[in-house]
Every structure is written in structure tokens, then in C-alpha cells.
């Protein structure tokens, strides 16, 4: 998907290292969040300053075509482009914060709605490794098939198909573990191609 003739959406994207490298291989890349929202930017997501909007270039070591980059405020479960418009659509550990599972589902929603058919929504967001953890942002395996599998015709299989992480696993293989002192959690990506 990735061809100098595509464009792409990142939603909750921040200042995020991949909008700068999305733009030196797309024809437009159009990067939103809710940037400059006191509230947001202050206390939750500080990559979402107001600063980003003026100079992208501070946020990048490098020099990157400036050119085929945009920066939107925009709210990700509402979003004001048209349907169809994009031909890839990514959220990497944003849509968790949008205000719990619902809105998460919904913010999944809206990328498809603005991704074309045929396009790519690719889709980090944070899994919990123990089916006894409760999270109101973070999504058990079960959640995961219900708010954004199930709700967004993708298959079983891919749920099914996907790693899987039986007892104990997660204490002898290497892969990232994060801890908050109540629950343990990892990342996980959904990529879905839209019909």
C-alpha cells in the first residue's frame, strides 16, 4: 500500500515518527488528533501539542517532504473527512484513549468509513495478557472480538489466527510487557482491508 500515488490518514496521531516517514512516501498524508486541546495536550497526550501545527519540522530530526503533510485537529470518532477518501488508515495506541470501548469500536468505524474499498486500516491498541484483567481503556481478548472483530465483519479467523498467548507464555518468550502494577498488558495490531 505503500505508492507514491496513495494517501493516508493517521488518527490520534501525535507527532509520531511515522507521519514524517509516511510523507516521503505518499502523495499526501494527513496526520490528525486533537492538537492544541488543553485539556488533551496538557494532560494526557502530550505529543498532541498546539506547536506541532505551526513547525512539524521541530519534530522530526531530518528533513521530510513537508509538502505531502497535513496536520488536522480533528476528534477520531467523528471525523469530518468524506467517505472513501483515504487509502490507508492507521491509529497506533490511540484509540484506547478515546473514552473506553465503545468509542474505541466507533473510532474504528469512522476510519473505515473514510478508508476506501480496498484500502488498509492498520490498528495498534493495548491487549490484556490475563483474561481476569479489567481495564477500562485496555481490551481483554474478549473485548477485542467484541468491539473491534465482531462489530466490523472481520472474520473469526483473524481472531482466531492471530497469536495467541496460553498460561505462563508470556514469562518465557521476549516480547514487551508493560505493568501499572494492577494489570499486565502488551500491544496488539488488527490490519483489515476494506470490501
Keep these: 500500500m505503500l505508492r507514491p500515488e496513495h494517501s493516508a490518514l493517521g488518527v490520534g496521531a501525535g507527532r509520531e515518527c511515522l507521519i514524517f516517514y509516511l510523507a516521503d512516501?505518499?502523495?499526501?498524508?494527513?496526520?490528525?488528533?486533537?492538537?492544541?486541546?488543553?485539556?488533551?495536550?496538557?494532560?494526557?497526550?502530550?505529543?498532541a501539542t498546539r506547536e506541532i501545527l505551526q513547525n512539524p519540522g521541530k519534530f522530526c530530526p531530518r528533513a521530510f517532504r513537508g509538502d505531502h503533510l497535513q496536520l488536522a485537529y480533528a476528534d477520531g470518532t467523528q471525523l469530518q473527512f468524506d467517505a472513501n477518501r483515504f487509502d490507508i488508515c492507521w491509529s497506533m495506541s490511540s484509540i484506547e484513549h478515546f473514552g473506553g470501548h465503545e468509542k474505541a469500536s466507533q473510532a474504528v468505524s469512522e476510519m473505515a468509513r473514510v478508508t476506501r474499498p480496498g484500502g488498509v486500516l492498520a490498528i495498534?491498541?493495548?491487549?490484556?495478557?490475563?483474561?481476569?484483567?479489567?481495564?477500562?481503556?485496555?481490551?481483554?481478548?474478549e473485548e477485542i472480538a467484541r468491539y473491534l472483530?465482531?462489530?466490523?465483519?472481520?472474520?473469526?479467523?483473524?481472531?482466531?489466527?492471530?497469536?495467541?498467548?496460553?498460561?505462563?507464555?508470556?514469562r518465557v518468550r521476549r516480547h514487551v510487557v508493560l505493568n501499572d502494577g494492577q494489570v499486565q498488558w502488551t500491544s496488539i495490531l488488527l490490519l483489515y482491508r476494506k470490501r
Design 25 to 47: 512516501r505518499l502523495r499526501e498524508v494527513v496526520a490528525s488528533d486533537l492538537y492544541g486541546n488543553k485539556t488533551w495536550s496538557t494532560n494526557i497526550a502530550r505529543e
Design 124 to 141: 495498534a491498541t493495548e491487549y490484556l495478557l490475563l483474561p481476569e484483567y479489567q481495564h477500562p481503556e485496555y481490551f481483554t481478548r
Design 149 to 170: 472483530i465482531d462489530r466490523h465483519a472481520l472474520p473469526e479467523e483473524y481472531l482466531t489466527e492471530s497469536i495467541i498467548f496460553p498460561a505462563g507464555i508470556h
